[in-house]
């Protein structure tokens, strides 16, 4: 199965959030936020 976060980053920008925004309001670990970023596409 294959997983995208692209819907997620468009959703950011519609709402005006930032990257940095999401991973405050979540209490994202940095290091995990750059893992999501770095990524577009894997398979699980």
């Given at each position: 199965?294959?997983?995208?976060y ?39």
């Amino acid at each position: 199965m294959t997983i995208s976060y692209n819907k997620l980053w468009k959703l950011l920008i519609d709402k005006k959030l930032s990257k940095a925004d999401l991973r405050k309001n979540a209490d994202i670990a940095p290091n995990t936020m750059t893992k999501l970023d770095g990524m577009n596409r894997f398979r699980c």
